[in-house]
């Protein structure tokens, strides 16, 4: 389980969980668990595309996952919202089963990007998986405090100067990252189950985003370290216990809420 064949890995899920848990919380804060789940879709379409044509994978899913956040949140802004994205979600997993279809075959490489494997980090990918972990960070960090008062009260933010439109974009680009780092261990389909549950299980034991973000980023560490040793003792997908650590942590956070919604108040 700790051999050095699976040290990337490790430092991988680990970078992963943290971004993960930060971004995921602003993205159950701000409703936007449907947009999480769209992007990773374009960044199939670009997997898939980039593998046709010869490229590095991950540089398509990068490309078509920034490019698909971004047209969303933008041609959301005049319609409905929901409906751009079900309609983008649908065009962008259409257009990779057509990348895959040109192709000779169906591509291991893809699949395992899609849905992650325990062996997927080389130690040449280690450097911009790290790089692009503190690029989110960063991000979410310097422009918390602006991005939390938009996610919370918009009107209030417009009123301060704060371009709810542009924290919109800023944060469509920030999941679209987050969901290109999360390719080699966890990847892209079922990054969105680890953006959304942990958060969600964090917000219900706390409200208070000082105590929920703290929660939301350990939650996170907790289910990909779990997945990886299940999944090296069990030989079984690691997404699948991605998934199923994340509900039970969610479960679990609606149980302590109805508990503590029920406890009498002190006099």
Do not use: K
Request: aromatic letters at 10%; a positive charge; one cysteine or more.
């Amino acid at each position: 389980m700790f051999s050095s064949f699976l040290i990337n890995t490790w430092i991988t899920a680990s970078i992963v969980a943290v971004v993960a848990g930060l971004v995921g919380f602003f993205v159950v804060l701000r409703g936007s668990s449907f947009l999480a789940h769209a992007v990773p879709h374009g960044a199939f379409a670009g997997a898939a595309g980039a593998t046709l044509l010869g490229l590095d994978p991950i540089l398509g899913m990068g490309v078509f996952a920034v490019g698909g956040a971004v047209g969303v949140v933008t041609l959301g802004r005049r319609g409905r919202n929901d409906v751009v994205i079900a309609l983008a979600l649908v065009l962008m997993l259409a257009s990779g089963a057509l990348f895959l279809s040109l192709g000779n075959q169906y591509s291991a490489e893809v699949f395992s990007l899609l849905f992650g494997q325990l062996l997927g980090v080389s130690s040449s990918s280690l450097v911009p998986i790290v790089v692009l972990g503190i690029v989110c960070v960063l991000a979410v960090l310097v422009a918390y405090r602006p991005l939390l008062l938009a996610s919370v009260l918009p009107d209030q933010a417009a009123a301060r100067g704060i371009s709810t439109f542009g924290m919109s974009v800023f944060f469509a680009v920030i999941v679209a990252l987050a969901t290109t780092l999360s390719v080699p261990v966890v990847g892209a389909l079922l990054m969105f189950s680890l953006l959304v549950g942990p958060p969600a299980a964090a917000r219900l034991f706390s409200p208070d985003p000082l105590r929920a973000i703290p929660l939301s980023i350990g939650f996170a560490l907790v289910v990909v370290w779990f997945s990886i040793a299940a999944a090296y003792l069990s030989s079984l997908p690691v997404g699948f216990f991605v998934t199923l650590g994340s509900a039970l942590l969610y479960a679990a956070g609606r149980g302590w809420f109805a508990i503590s919604t029920r406890r009498p108040v002190a006099a």
